[in-house]
């Protein structure tokens, strides 16, 4: 009596108050003396939610976050815990209702009802409130219950008198039969209504995509509540087996019609498929012409004959768009476009574009060498690129396209030696044209062969060329400054299977690049490179994925390029050596080998910005050959929703010179390059937190090197006084800030 004495005090003047004070009273339930607490009918408009956790009484077969998912009523986010200690951040609010917790335990109820459990008792004794701090914790005791288990599945036909097999034409029985025995219907498995919706709608499907248009599929249940048991009885009705008749397309007014045939893949006459009209409404959007795109079968007569219908929505034909961001490697950058998307009908696309990397700040040791993209070197790279692309999406049918892309660009490349940070620095322009095909064997599927014919020109000074200028073997009288013809061939794949080819979490990924330079058309650089990259993810719980990658490649110079890079360092091997800086292999980054900067993994030696070496940068040496792998078990974040999760993480790299002549020579007998082993295994290690956008993960990750070189965990103008006064090089204390990095990101690391 004490209890309902308490809440005959409260003013309850209007019919909204009564029921809530009728709430209060069945939160109450019965006092415990377990522990102490505050009375329950002090809840007001402004208690607030401490947490909501849930108790099970025998079986529990659903998680607590699914079950939060299904209640209006929030708890603080680990997020929103974090708010309360950081300054200037508050949490919003998450106020207690008492008519909207009742809705939430009345949904818990029919949840658990649609998913097989006939009688489950939820209930919340265990509430807890404190008056003090106006909060309170909603405990929810649910005791499941016994499951209903399905004992039977039946599949009859549109009356229920007889089997759906006999339903259907005697050339399509044996194929009906072969699809029930596939239909997943486990007798003793414990029934949701979910599972019997699957099973009518992969029954439609499976009608549909043999030509039956107008199929229906019904379903009922009979339980038996006492005994626990589930009969499931499936209605068949096929109907007609069904030809298409006409293709109705509305919306398109710029848009010929024949472009949104031919990205159709079937035409009148042939026998119906649901999947052909889903994949023609994919086609249709991947020509980024329609904002919109609708495939249906109207209402129609069921017929033998059937009408299909696309509704589109044209998109702005016409668009500009631009961006700015900024690269640790490059400094602020910037892009900006201008598209047709119907250049000219055909659904052919014209782009003009440019891309800024300013290379600014250029002194990337403004940042602490934990984060810098180079590793605190002193300059940046720096890159202006213009072009146009002409892109033809249909070339002898809907899954070939072509695309040719004439540019210019000029770059200030911090791997060749002398890079400047007067004016704008340039060493390195180039023109040219990219031509490509590209054939999709399924979406995020496709194998594309592309040339690249190129006119590049590297201006490297004079006193910074390893060996005599006057060097007889070839016309190289320009000290490399002449330029100098690349053509190249490659042909690449996407390949796999996975359940999302964004964002995936299980199956596999294979990407074979196979590239040559120098073969039928003349070229400045000869050689052939083989790559090959294998990624894998597989869940282990349902919150904890792996991801791993390998990957292989190797560049195999012939000719006079092999002739060159072999030979030691003179003008002939250092004009080569400089074109081949974009063609070997590098490891390190935040998407690579995690610990070492951009690059900056494996040997190394001291690069120049002028020729008494007064001013010194890290410059990677490369390699020919290389082999990398990379493990990531994702987890989620304790305390945190479903869009934060961690990480713990293993990378390794090893790359190999294979006898090539890789390092410059010094550019004066007082310097030394001091370059640091190659071929041997690099590993790093860490850990991360990810967190989920509308564009993306951002992702965060601290590593640290597990065996890093002597140029990596030492600053390189350290380094180069050390060497100038005769000193080692391991004279020179490591620096703190390089012995471990911070790599942000946007995306999966792979």
């Not at 335990?105 to 404190?130: E, K």
């Not at 000290?479 to 964002?503: E, H, K, M, P, Q």
């Not at 999760?645 to 007998?669: E, H, I, K, Q, Y």
Request: charged letters at 25%; glycine letters at 8%; a neutral charge.
């Amino acid at each position: 009596m004490k209890w309902l004495d308490m809440v005959r005090k409260l003013q309850i003047g209007t019919v909204g108050g009564l029921l809530a004070g009728c709430i209060v009273v069945m939160l109450l339930g019965t006092p415990s003396n377990s522990h102490a607490q505050d009375p329950l009918v002090l809840v007001n408009s402004d208690t607030q939610v401490r947490s909501i956790d849930f108790r099970f009484v025998g079986s529990q077969t659903f998680d607590p976050d699914r079950l939060r998912r299904r209640m209006a009523t929030q708890a603080p986010t680990g997020w929103d815990r974090w708010k309360r200690r950081l300054p200037l951040l508050q949490p919003t609010p998450r106020l207690f209702d008492p008519l909207t917790f009742q809705r939430d335990i009345a949904r818990l109820r029919a949840f658990y009802r649609n998913n097989g459990f006939p009688a489950p008792s939820i209930d919340y004794p265990a509430t807890q409130f404190n008056a003090e701090e106006n909060r309170i914790r909603l405990v929810i005791t649910i005791n499941e219950g016994e499951p209903l288990r399905i004992q039977d599945a039946l599949f009859l036909d549109a009356e229920g008198e007889r089997y759906a097999v006999e339903a259907f034409a005697s050339d399509m029985k044996a194929d009906w039969r072969a699809f029930q025995d596939e239909t997943v219907v486990e007798v003793g498995s414990r029934y949701t209504e979910f599972k019997r919706s699957q099973v009518e709608d992969d029954v439609a499907r499976w009608l549909r995509n043999q030509g039956y248009a107008f199929a229906r599929v019904t379903s009922s249940v009979d339980t038996d509540t006492e005994a626990r048991t589930a009969d499931l009885s499936f209605f068949v009705d096929p109907g007609p087996q069904t030809r298409i008749d006409s293709i109705e397309i509305s919306g398109n007014s710029s848009v010929e019609r024949r472009v949104v045939e031919r990205s159709l893949p079937f035409e009148r006459g042939d026998v119906f498929s649901a999947d052909a009209l889903s994949e023609g409404q994919r086609n249709l959007f991947n020509l980024n012409l329609f904002r919109v795109a609708l495939a249906d079968v109207p209402d129609q007569p069921r017929d033998s004959l059937v009408t299909v219908r696309y509704r589109v929505r044209e998109a702005n034909m016409r668009t500009l768009a631009g961006e700015v961001g900024y690269g640790t490697a490059v400094g602020m950058t910037a892009e900006g476009r201008w598209s047709h998307r119907n250049f000219f009908g055909n659904a052919r696309t014209f782009t003009a574009s440019a891309v800024a990397e300013t290379g600014y700040p250029d002194d990337a040791r403004f940042l602490p060498a934990f984060l810098a993209g180079t590793g605190g070197s002193t300059v940046t790279e720096r890159r202006f690129r213009a072009g146009v692309l002409l892109r033809e999406p249909y070339i002898w049918g809907p899954n070939l396209s072509a695309s040719v892309e004439p540019f210019g660009e000029i770059r200030r490349n911090p791997r060749l030696p002398g890079v400047s940070r007067e004016g704008i620095g340039i060493n390195e322009t180039t023109i040219g044209f990219d031509t490509r095909l590209s054939y999709e064997i399924l979406s995020f599927r496709n194998v594309t062969l592309q040339h690249s014919l190129q006119r590049r020109r590297q201006f490297v000074p004079r006193e910074l060329q390893s060996g005599d200028v006057t060097d007889p073997e070839a016309p190289l009288e320009t000290i490399g400054t002449g330029g100098f013809n690349r053509s190249i061939f490659t042909l690449s794949a996407n390949l796999g299977r996975t359940d999302d080819y964004v964002n995936p979490s299980v199956g596999f990924l294979v990407r074979p690049t196979a590239e040559v330079a120098g073969a039928l058309i003349p070229s400045g650089m000869q050689y052939g490179k083989l790559a090959l990259e294998l990624t894998g993810y597989q869940p282990l719980t349902s919150s904890t994925d792996l991801a791993a990658r390998l990957f292989v490649g190797r560049v195999f110079p012939f000719g006079e390029s092999r002739s060159a890079l072999e030979s030691d360092p003179s003008l002939r091997n250092s004009v080569f050596r400089n074109r081949f800086n974009d063609v070997l292999f590098y490891a390190g980054g935040g998407t690579d080998l995690r610990g070492w900067p951009l690059n900056q993994a494996g040997g190394k030696f001291i690069n120049t910005t002028d020729v008494d070496g007064t001013t010194s940068l890290l410059a990677p040496i490369g390699g020919t050959s290389k082999a990398a792998v990379n493990t990531e078990l994702r987890l989620p974040f304790p305390g945190l929703g479903s869009e934060w999760r961690t990480a713990v993480f293993v990378d390794a790299a090893v790359l190999d010179v294979n006898g090539f002549s890789l390092v410059p020579s010094p550019p004066s007998d007082t310097f030394s390059r001091f370059p640091t082993a190659t071929g041997e295994l690099r590993v790093g290690a860490g850990a991360g937190v990810r967190y989920e956008t509308p564009f993306g993960f951002l992702r965060f990750d601290i590593a640290v090197p597990l065996n890093p070189d002597p140029l990596d965990v030492r600053d390189p103008e350290d380094v180069s006084d050390a060497i100038r006064n005769d000193r080692p090089p391991t004279s020179v204390s490591p620096t703190f800030t390089r012995q471990f990095r911070l790599h942000l990101g946007i995306g999966r690391a792979f």
